[in-house]
């Protein structure tokens, strides 16, 4: 089976100039993994409508799912709605559920329904909503598109319940392998292993520990056999040249 692909689209502003440090990223990227699809591409946009329906446009035409982040508040620079709409050609307008949703929320908090609360309802036209245990506005779905808000405890938890309602897929599987030398010691063995085994993705991650170079490398796989017998190639490579191990350099 042909596992299910996937992007994301972080929108905002505050994630270019640095205010705010993304923390969906890589939050997404791990609940992909485990419902078994396949993350292929992360992109960050302003806000900028043009911008982000074109780049949506890209991305939901290329792949089976396209999340993305941020710009569903109550404030004028909230567009990620109006975006959404014009990249699918249709019209926008509050989603009766949301406002009842909404409306409730405030009242019985004893505040005011305002204008720029009530933005919190609008939807693309044909929009099913994503729920938001959190605080209640509702992100929303559109075909292949969820758009849900950037607050990393609210886009988290409307995750979760979108996840849930996903087909899934066989999630990949994982081995780390710890090895005592650089990266450039054991890149060309490398190399050759991973043409040996093209089922498994092999890469190398260097660490320093402020003395001596080593590597991290990790092996991913869908087929457990598979990625044993990669896992096996390997650390059967490091044993072959411990006995003429020489102190590691990097890269």
Partial sequence: MIPATAAMLAIGDELLSG???????????????????????VRIVGDEPHLISDTLNTLRRQYDYVFTSGGIGPTHDDITAD??????????????????RLSAHYTARGLE???????????????????????????????NVFVMAGVPNVFQAMLGNVVESLPAGKAIESVAVACPY?????????????????GVAI??????????????????????????????????????KASGATTATPG
């Fill in 182 to 198: 650089g990266e450039g010691d054991i890149g060309d063995p490398l190399r050759a292993l991973s043409k040996l085994h093209p």
């Fill in 19 to 41: 205010r705010t440090k993304d923390r969906n990223i890589g939050y997404l990227a791990e609940m992909m993994t485990v419902a078994g699809i396949d993350l292929k591409e």
């Fill in 203 to 240: 890469g190398s991650y260097p660490r320093f520990d402020g003395e001596r170079f080593s590597t991290e490398i990790v092996l991913r796989s869908r087929d457990r056999a598979a990625l044993d017998a990669a896992a096996a190639a390997v650390s059967a490579m490091l044993a072959g």
């Fill in 83 to 100: 975006a959404v709409a014009a990249a699918f050609g249709v019209p926008i307008d509050e989603h009766p559920e949301a406002m009842a």
């Fill in 113 to 143: 329904f305002t204008d720029a609360r009530r933005r919190m309802a609008r939807t693309p036209e044909g929009a099913s909503l994503i729920d938001n245990p959190v605080s209640v506005a509702p992100g929303f779905r559109v075909d």
